[in-house]
Protein backbone atom coordinates (compact mmCIF):
# COMPACT_ATOMS: atom_id res chain seq x y z
CA UNK A 1 0.00 0.00 0.00
CA UNK A 2 1.26 3.50 -0.54
CA UNK A 3 1.91 5.89 2.13
CA UNK A 4 -0.63 8.28 0.12
CA UNK A 5 -3.54 5.40 0.32
CA UNK A 6 -2.88 5.04 4.07
CA UNK A 7 -2.92 8.91 4.48
CA UNK A 8 -6.63 8.40 2.51
CA UNK A 9 -7.35 5.68 5.21
CA UNK A 10 -6.35 7.62 8.01
CA UNK A 11 -8.94 10.55 6.92
CA UNK A 12 -11.52 8.23 6.49
CA UNK A 13 -11.09 6.92 10.05
CA UNK A 14 -10.64 9.85 11.86
CA UNK A 15 -13.64 11.06 9.99
CA UNK A 16 -15.89 7.92 10.90
CA UNK A 17 -14.79 7.60 14.49
CA UNK A 18 -15.88 11.25 15.13
CA UNK A 19 -19.51 9.57 15.29
CA UNK A 20 -21.49 12.57 13.87
CA UNK A 21 -24.14 13.24 11.27
CA UNK A 22 -21.43 12.68 8.73
CA UNK A 23 -19.85 10.01 9.87
CA UNK A 24 -22.92 8.20 9.64
CA UNK A 25 -23.74 9.42 5.89
CA UNK A 26 -19.84 8.40 4.95
CA UNK A 27 -20.35 4.72 6.49
CA UNK A 28 -23.66 3.94 4.77
CA UNK A 29 -22.36 5.36 1.43
CA UNK A 30 -18.86 3.26 1.74
CA UNK A 31 -20.78 -0.25 2.66
CA UNK A 32 -23.32 0.07 0.12
CA UNK A 33 -20.39 0.59 -2.92
CA UNK A 34 -19.57 -2.99 -2.98
CA UNK A 35 -23.06 -4.49 -3.35
CA UNK A 36 -24.86 -7.55 -2.68
CA UNK A 37 -23.11 -10.95 -2.27
CA UNK A 38 -25.52 -12.88 -4.86
CA UNK A 39 -25.36 -13.35 -8.28
CA UNK A 40 -28.06 -11.05 -8.75
CA UNK A 41 -26.38 -8.69 -11.58
CA UNK A 42 -29.43 -6.90 -12.35
CA UNK A 43 -29.97 -5.89 -9.03
CA UNK A 44 -26.57 -5.19 -8.18
CA UNK A 45 -26.68 -3.26 -11.51
CA UNK A 46 -30.22 -1.19 -10.26
CA UNK A 47 -28.42 -0.35 -6.67
CA UNK A 48 -24.60 -0.50 -6.78
CA UNK A 49 -24.18 1.33 -10.14
CA UNK A 50 -26.23 4.69 -9.17
CA UNK A 51 -24.66 4.98 -5.98
CA UNK A 52 -20.85 4.80 -7.01
CA UNK A 53 -22.17 7.20 -9.97
CA UNK A 54 -23.58 9.72 -6.97
CA UNK A 55 -20.80 8.95 -4.67
CA UNK A 56 -17.86 9.86 -7.26
CA UNK A 57 -19.20 12.45 -10.26
CA UNK A 58 -15.36 12.50 -11.69
CA UNK A 59 -15.25 8.83 -11.75
CA UNK A 60 -18.38 8.39 -13.42
CA UNK A 61 -17.78 11.22 -15.99
CA UNK A 62 -14.35 9.42 -16.68
CA UNK A 63 -16.24 5.99 -17.30
CA UNK A 64 -18.44 8.02 -19.56
CA UNK A 65 -16.06 9.68 -21.78
CA UNK A 66 -13.56 6.55 -21.32
CA UNK A 67 -15.76 3.97 -23.36
CA UNK A 68 -16.69 0.30 -22.07
CA UNK A 69 -13.66 -0.81 -24.11
CA UNK A 70 -10.83 1.64 -23.19
CA UNK A 71 -9.16 -1.08 -20.52
CA UNK A 72 -9.19 1.25 -17.43
CA UNK A 73 -10.20 -0.15 -13.95
CA UNK A 74 -12.28 2.23 -13.42
CA UNK A 75 -15.20 1.50 -16.32
CA UNK A 76 -15.55 -2.07 -14.57
CA UNK A 77 -16.21 -0.24 -11.08
CA UNK A 78 -19.08 1.35 -13.19
CA UNK A 79 -20.59 -1.16 -14.92
CA UNK A 80 -20.84 -5.27 -15.13
CA UNK A 81 -20.61 -7.20 -18.17
CA UNK A 82 -23.53 -6.86 -20.48
CA UNK A 83 -24.46 -3.86 -18.30
CA UNK A 84 -24.95 -0.17 -18.93
CA UNK A 85 -22.79 2.50 -17.95
CA UNK A 86 -23.91 3.32 -14.50
CA UNK A 87 -26.50 5.59 -15.44
CA UNK A 88 -27.22 4.68 -18.97
CA UNK A 89 -30.94 3.39 -18.38
CA UNK A 90 -30.41 2.72 -15.05
CA UNK A 91 -32.32 4.64 -11.97
CA UNK A 92 -31.49 3.16 -8.35
CA UNK A 93 -34.81 0.74 -7.21
CA UNK A 94 -35.14 0.50 -3.73
CA UNK A 95 -33.71 -2.35 -1.82
CA UNK A 96 -35.41 -4.72 -0.12
CA UNK A 97 -35.14 -4.89 3.94
CA UNK A 98 -31.40 -7.40 3.51
CA UNK A 99 -28.33 -6.41 5.25
CA UNK A 100 -27.11 -4.65 2.01
CA UNK A 101 -30.30 -3.34 1.59
CA UNK A 102 -30.52 -1.27 4.37
CA UNK A 103 -27.35 0.09 3.43
CA UNK A 104 -27.87 0.43 -0.11
CA UNK A 105 -31.07 2.32 0.60
CA UNK A 106 -29.34 4.81 3.65
CA UNK A 107 -26.87 5.53 0.61
CA UNK A 108 -29.18 6.38 -2.06
CA UNK A 109 -30.98 8.69 0.51
CA UNK A 110 -27.60 10.51 1.20
CA UNK A 111 -26.72 10.93 -1.81
CA UNK A 112 -30.27 11.94 -3.17
CA UNK A 113 -31.17 9.03 -5.61
CA UNK A 114 -34.90 8.60 -4.02
CA UNK A 115 -37.58 10.35 -4.66
CA UNK A 116 -35.76 12.42 -7.41
CA UNK A 117 -33.88 14.22 -4.24
CA UNK A 118 -30.14 13.66 -6.47
CA UNK A 119 -28.44 17.02 -5.20
Same mark, same amino acid.
Given at each position: MTNKTREVLDTIDALLV?????SVELWEILT?????DDDDECYKSMTTMPIRAAAFP????ASLECGKDCGKWY?????????????????F &???P????? &????????HLGLLNGTRE
Open positions: NGDQTALRGPHLYQVGAMRFPGMPLAGENTQ &IQASTHFG &IHANAAAQ
